[in-house]
């Protein structure tokens, strides 16, 4: 039972343009998302997180909002760098789960971003 | 720093065999985790450790063990290796605020 779901499994923009990668989760236990970026051959980078007690995070060209009563999730990439080309991940953990070290991460499975110039 | 290390980087290995994958980390984190990526299927917990002495299952945990003997390290087995293991593994730690740090994976093939 995926609990967290990137419906899109790619995204084609042009260099420039916003990209926007939608997140969807069913647990409404989840207090903490974060995003994480691969390139192939490398393990995922963290991206960017946010709470649920804000609806939005921006860090530089990447903004995360947080739609709690749609338990939806959304980052934006403006503008578009071909160097953004990357499969991005959607994560999500439970409150409950944390505990004094932060508990496991549920993850999408993923959307490949491809900017194009 | 070089934060996660992960050996090998890649391996053929011959069903039935039996095969440890190794994870060392020097951040001095609690938790460390062990995952699978498969194409379409995303990243799946293998298993995980809270803390140095404890580990615990994940979803896919069939097939594979863990042992945390200390802070650093977090190998995982395969006590007799099936084609369906055939994966990118990879093994990550996290920090207190909950973000986790993956190495750079190890790629499995099981013949």
């Known amino acids: 039972d995926q609990q967290v779901k990137q419906n899109s499994p790619s995204l084609s923009v042009q260099e420039g343009r916003i990209s926007i990668l939608n997140c969807d989760y069913t647990n409404s236990m989840f207090d903490y998302f974060l995003w994480y970026k691969k390139y192939p051959a490398e393990g995922p980078t963290f991206l960017i997180s946010?709470?649920?007690?804000?609806d939005k995070n921006e860090d530089g060209r990447f903004t995360v909002f947080l739609n709690k009563s749609a338990k939806h999730l959304s980052l934006h990439i403006v503008p578009s760098q071909p160097g953004d080309s990357a499969v991005y991940f959607c994560a999500a953990t439970p409150s409950f789960d944390r505990g004094s070290t932060l508990g496991r991460l549920y993850f999408g499975r993923g959307t490949q971003l491809t900017v194009w110039p | 720093i070089a934060g996660i290390t992960q050996a090998p980087t890649s391996q053929i290995l011959a069903a039935g065999r039996r095969m440890t994958l190794r994870c060392t980390q020097d951040m001095r984190h609690n938790a460390m985790y062990w995952y699978r990526q498969d194409l379409g299927l995303g990243l799946r917990l293998i298993h995980y450790s809270n803390t140095a002495g404890t580990t615990g299952k994940g979803e896919v945990p069939d097939g594979y063990s863990v042992s945390r003997a200390n802070t650093d390290d977090f190998p995982l087995t395969l006590a007799s290796a099936v084609p369906s293991q055939t994966s990118v593994y990879f093994c990550?730690?996290?920090?207190?605020?909950?973000?986790?740090?993956f190495g750079p994976g190890t790629r499995l093939t099981v013949l």
């Open positions: 990550a730690s996290s920090d207190e605020l909950g973000r986790q740090y």
């Open positions: 946010i709470s649920s007690i804000k």
